[in-house]
């Protein structure tokens, strides 16, 4: 059980727009940052967004996030077929004095 | 560029321990928070542990309190996990990330089996 919630998968076609949600508390995405990871199969994870909508070189603006509140969420838009991954958001938890991630979403493009 | 290399990992027995290293490079390391982040078999990712640039302040995920250390040489530009006392719920593959709240780097991971 994750400290963080986000949906186990989410899918769409390609040039859609798919939305993965990350649920958490006021000790960690409420009061802190909240970053999103892509993991392509058998890779490691990749920073992909960090505070304020940011991207690391090389990441596309068809990825944005956002935080609200105890919620975060990434969007994916204009979506192709070899952004099939898995996808977790993170942050750090205050009351428990470490990192905690979402337990992950597995993106289908159909 | 950024380059962070795992090593140390294995198949181990319950009970035995195992050190794992990774080393820096491309970039100032001791300007930098470092962290252990695992990912069991076809699991999610798990924090594990993390330093402080200087080793000031050192957190763990309660799971592992008290059987794994994390340290560093700043001088070696190497962090590393002495993991004792170690379970079958150990096993993973255990990424080396650079950052403190945005972990902006990552190893490619060294797979720990633990198993009789």
């Known amino acids: 059980q994750s400290v963080l919630t986000q949906p186990p998968s989410a899918s769409g076609t390609p040039g859609q727009r798919v939305t993965i949600s990350c649920s958490g508390s006021?000790?960690?995405?409420?009061?802190?940052?909240v970053t999103w990871y892509q993991q392509l199969p058998g890779t490691a994870p990749k920073l992909l967004i960090y505070?304020?909508?940011q991207r690391p070189s090389g990441v596309p603006d068809r990825f944005s996030g956002s935080k609200s509140g105890t919620s975060a969420s990434l969007a994916i838009s204009g979506l192709q077929s070899d952004d099939e991954a898995d996808y977790y958001c993170?942050?750090?938890?205050?009351?428990?004095?470490?990192?905690?991630f979402g337990g992950g979403t597995k993106l289908t493009v159909l | 560029q950024v380059q962070l290399v795992e090593s140390g990992g294995g198949v181990v027995q319950p009970g035995r321990s195992l050190r794992l290293s990774c080393a820096a490079s491309?970039?100032?390391?001791?300007?930098?928070?470092m962290h252990w982040v695992r990912q069991a078999p076809g699991k999610g990712l798990e924090w594990v542990a993390v330093?402080?640039?200087?080793?000031?302040?050192?957190y763990y995920v309660d799971s592992v309190k008290g059987r794994f250390t994390i340290s560093r040489d700043n001088s070696k530009n190497t962090v590393y996990l002495q993991m004792n006392s170690l379970r079958a719920e150990d096993t993973a593959v255990y990424y080396c990330?650079?950052?403190?709240?945005?972990?902006?780097?990552w190893g490619q991971g060294t797979l720990v089996t633990v198993s009789s």
């Open positions: 990330v650079r950052g403190y709240d945005i972990f902006d780097h």
């Open positions: 491309g970039f100032t390391f001791a300007s930098y928070g």
């Open positions: 330093i402080w640039f200087d080793g000031t302040n050192i």
């Open positions: 006021s000790s960690n995405i409420e009061s802190n940052t």
């Open positions: 505070p304020n909508n």
């Open positions: 993170a942050a750090w938890d205050d009351s428990l004095s470490g990192v905690v």
